[in-house]
């Protein structure tokens, strides 16, 4: 493990005089190094003693703990400014908050506060742990904020409240610069090879509406505490092209993000860019690349605060970079443009320089806040205003009191209850939209401070058709298109677009209570298929022994209620009866009781049915299914290749193979010549393990496959499926003249094209053929929700309604093939007619009419289901976290007839 950092320091508010400056030291006498030395790194528990040093010898700083991470390291907030502004941080957070809550606020009023007030610049650095030179930089910015008597430095001190933290992944910094250490002078590769946060790895910037992990809940927790008006979020880029991105962002911005913070990205991001060209930094680039329009990148612009991106070319972590297409050849473009006005005209890059560049963006971007202080502060007012005054529609969204799964629409609410959302519910049934709602629904009105993150949560997402030029194939969105929460949760969501009356009680405080548990009953509980909550009974009911079942399809009791197929059945035991009436209590999961036993059939799940989890080093999507699996509580491990040395069904009834897991990797795997046994769980099993995995199927395993790994257990077990959407459906691998870097074309890549085809029409076609763009454009889907048809009576399909949308990144989809040994059954498949596209973007949909997502196979005695689209996506469609579960506990249960589930009640089946 990792070294813990010891200091039990929480709290050191320094009220020394200005004279005990003369006792801090510099990071270079602190560290004994010069920050940014070639090799070198600043570990991260000395960073924090550093900032702590700075707290106690002088009156700038004050530090805080605010809590621990995943892996228990200190999460740290240093708050930098006059110390006559530390003195009045109550008054000025006030301030802040009544500013953006401005009801009832009059503009001179709101001017008063702007004058009194001072701004808060919030300093995310590093989230991504391998791009190191950040937190390294922040250690000058914080020792020249401390320490200087330079009139710039007073100027920032006396106008702006820097809120600092010095890493919003601690855990990633220790790992990373750790594994530098520990790897110095060996063989070994230099690079951390697995996932820097320990669920999320780079996807920890995609968690900011989700608010998944307690990293992204402690830094939201802290905005909204102290309203900052503005983030900058420090990152790094790939070594070979520009030297920095500033804002402004290129298109798209997202429409719900309020043009005033769109402008105060323009003139942070530019002041930025004047700076470091002032100071002859070439390489600065701005308008490309990077987008503004999904929320899971971005808490901030939907709080009232421009999101300041910096993003500066990596070196080979702390040692330098040479450039690799010759060694007298400058990094990057060496044409200036108008959003490119200097070029960098160097071979190498070091990691002194990502320091130099990072603090110069840095105090470019303080400097502007001083000197545009009040203003800030009013268009604080002026954003927050115009939602609460917003007389533009949707009116409200409306969340109907009765839900398929009432625990997802807690959590909708409570999503929304994070960022800040006002929330309603109704005493009485009312009209909206023509249509009559019940009592006890929820209201969310569009006219509120933070309705910006409500409206974009919750609407559907029109994407823009944007191309690379017109006619021309799809430009590739930064990240992904559709997040609209509903559809994502399974939760019905209604937009309501013109104003209604309704007898609203404000309940944006209140906690959610679930439902209790009916009395004992005489043969079994009842829980019907349609809450993600009854997997959390199962998990708990299978840990405390409770025998249960499924019904195979659908049946109704004596009392004429009716159950769906894949209904629970739990054995009445007491110890059934606690653990359904905590888990009802907490999630809202409907529990019902029988007397006597119903004729149906059902299956019976395995005894503490046992998970193991294909990981993958560095494999996100493998990294957020270990999250998930927690969360549930299931009984699960992480597949190691030394479970090959033995009998693997002694060890797994269910192989799950997350996206990303392709034969390569179970074969292949890590290279042991170059990780040492700490990885000797993600080397390869070789062609023999290969043998085993397939042979383990067949005799009776089950193997789950999701996205890009159905094509893996397609290889593995021949199974009877063949791709439908063109082999290379985004665009044809850039090389950029450098073999073995490709990468996917961006928009940068295709206007470099464009100047270099001197916009000759004949040339340009030539050029966009040859070198970046595949011809055809079929095909896209970068990320959005996509309608599908379940067959729900399927037992992977259990608890689905009959349409619902995937998620579905650019994904596959499947049509069958003839087989002869193995029997497939599609589970859910694209709709023969009407729209496929529910929220995002989506071109060449009529390729996907009717075709499979999920199919289920019987494999020999084993069973395999393929999941195509990624129904698991960072965690986030919880609407279909439901087929993954079904077909994880399905193919190890066993079938029962009625005359065996009848003995239920008697305590005879177990
Ligand atoms: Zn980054």
Not at 312 to 320: G, K
Request: hydrophobic share 40%; proline share 7%.
């Amino acid at each position: 493990m990792m070294p813990r950092f010891a200091t039990a320091l929480v709290l050191a508010f320094a009220l020394a005089p200005s004279a005990a400056v003369g006792q801090s030291q510099t990071p270079q006498q602190f560290f004994g190094f010069a920050i940014g030395a070639d090799g070198e790194l600043a570990r991260y528990p000395k960073v924090l003693e550093y900032l702590q040093h700075l707290a106690q010898t002088t009156n700038r700083i004050k530090y805080e703990e605010l809590g621990k991470t995943t892996m228990g390291h200190p999460y740290v907030l240093a708050t930098i400014s006059a110390p006559e502004n530390l003195a009045r941080m109550g008054r000025l957070v006030a301030i802040n908050r009544r500013l953006a809550d401005p009801r009832g606020l009059s503009e001179t009023e709101a001017q008063k506060l702007a004058r009194d007030g001072r701004p808060f610049y919030l300093l995310f650095t590093t989230i991504h742990s391998t791009e190191v030179g950040n937190m390294q930089a922040i250690t000058e910015v914080a020792h020249r904020l401390a320490t200087s008597a330079d009139p710039d430095v007073r100027e920032i001190l006396d106008n702006v409240v820097l809120l600092l933290v010095p890493s919003q992944n601690p855990d990633g910094q220790v790992m990373v610069i750790d594994h530098w250490y520990k790897t110095k002078g060996t063989k070994l590769n230099r690079v951390f090879p697995d996932l820097y946060h320990k669920y999320t790895g780079h996807d920890d910037n995609r968690d900011w509406f989700m608010f998944t992990q307690k990293e992204t809940r402690m830094a939201v927790e802290m905005q909204n505490r102290l309203k900052p008006h503005l983030t900058h979020d420090m990152h790094q880029m790939g070594p070979t092209g520009s030297r920095i991105f500033v804002p402004p962002y290129e298109d798209p911005y997202d429409r719900n993000v309020h043009p005033l913070i769109a402008q105060e990205q323009v003139q942070v991001g530019q002041a930025m860019a004047t700076a470091l060209v002032a100071e002859g930094k070439g390489g600065v680039a701005f308008a490309e690349q990077y987008d503004l329009w999904t929320p899971a990148r971005q808490y901030t612009v939907y709080h009232g605060q421009p999101r300041i991106l910096t993003e500066i070319a990596s070196a080979s972590l702390a040692d330098p970079f040479v450039n690799p297409a010759g060694a007298d050849r400058a990094l990057g473009p060496q044409e200036p443009r108008w959003n490119f006005p200097l070029p960098y005209r160097r071979p190498e890059w070091r990691l002194r320089q990502i320091v130099d560049y990072g603090v110069t963006a840095v105090f470019a971007g303080l400097s502007h806040m001083a000197k545009y202080r009040t203003s800030f502060l009013e268009n604080s007012y002026r954003i927050h205003a115009d939602w609460v005054n917003r007389k533009e529609g949707p009116y409200a969204f409306v969340i109907p009191a009765s839900q398929r799964d009432p625990f997802e629409a807690m959590e909708l609410l409570n999503i929304m209850r994070i960022g800040q959302v006002e929330i309603h519910r109704t005493n009485n049934a009312f009209n909206a939209g023509g249509k009559t709602y019940e009592a006890g629904s929820h209201v969310i009105k569009i006219a509120q401070p933070y309705g910006a993150f409500a409206k974009t949560m919750l609407e559907k997402q029109v994407y823009p058709d944007l191309r690379l030029f017109p006619g021309g194939p799809p430009k590739p969105p930064y990240d992904v298109t559709g997040h609209t929460l509903g559809m994502l949760m399974g939760v019905d969501v209604v937009q309501i677009d013109a104003p209604f009356t309704a007898d609203l009680v404000d309940v944006t405080k209140a906690e959610l209570r679930g439902v209790g548990v009916p009395g004992k009953p005489r043969w079994a509980y009842l829980i019907g298929p349609e809450s993600n909550a009854g997997f959390l009974a199962v998990s708990r009911l299978q840990k405390a022994r409770v025998p249960v079942f499924r019904a195979a399809r659908g049946f109704e009791t004596g009392n004429g209620r009716s159950f769906a197929a894949g209904t629970w059945i739990v054995a009445p035991t007491p110890a059934a009866a606690e653990l359904l009436e905590d888990t009802a209590t907490t999630t809202g999961l409907n529990v019902h009781s029988a007397d006597r036993p119903v004729a149906v059939d059902g299956f019976r799940l395995k005894p503490d049915t046992r998970i193991g989890l294909w990981r993958g080093a560095n494999v996100m999507p493998g990294g957020w299914l270990m999250w998930l699996f927690e969360q549930y509580g299931f009984n699960h491990q992480i597949v190691s290749s030394t479970d090959f040395a033995g009998d693997l069904a002694a060890r797994y009834d269910t192989i799950v193979l997350p996206s990303g897991i392709t034969r390569d990797r179970i074969v292949r795997g890590l290279d042991p010549a170059t990780h040492d046994k700490e990885w000797a769980w993600a080397y390869g099993v070789g062609q023999e393990g290969w043998s085993k995995l397939s042979e383990w199927v067949r005799s009776g395993g089950t193997l789950v496959a999701i996205g890009s790994a159905v094509e893996t257990a397609r290889e593995l077990l021949d199974l009877p499926i063949e791709k439908v959407l063109p082999e290379t459906s985004r665009f044809r691998r850039f090389t950029g003249g450098e073999p073995g870097r490709e990468r996917q074309a961006s928009s940068a890549d295709v206007d470099r094209a464009l100047r270099d085809a001197f916009m000759s029409p004949a040339r340009l076609a030539a050029t966009l053929r040859d070198r970046v763009i595949e011809p055809t454009s079929l095909f896209y889907c970068p990320g959005s929700l996509l309608n599908n048809e379940f067959d729900a009576a399927h037992p992977v399909a259990f608890g689905m309604p009959p349409a619902w949308p995937v998620f579905f990144e650019s994904d596959q989809a499947y049509r069958l093939t003839p087989g002869f040994s193995i029997r497939a059954e599609v589970v859910s498949r694209y709709p023969k007619s009407g729209p496929i596209l529910a929220s995002g973007w989506l071109l060449g949909e009529d390729l996907l009419r009717d075709q499979a997502n999920v199919v289920s196979f019987r494999v020999g005695k084993g069973q395999v289901v393929t999941l195509a689209s990624q129904v698991d996506f960072r965690t986030q469609p919880r609407a279909t976290f439901k087929l993954l579960f079904n077909a994880i506990f399905h193919g190890p249960s066993t079938a029962v007839d009625s005359v065996q589930l009848a003995k239920l009640g008697a305590g005879t089946t177990n």
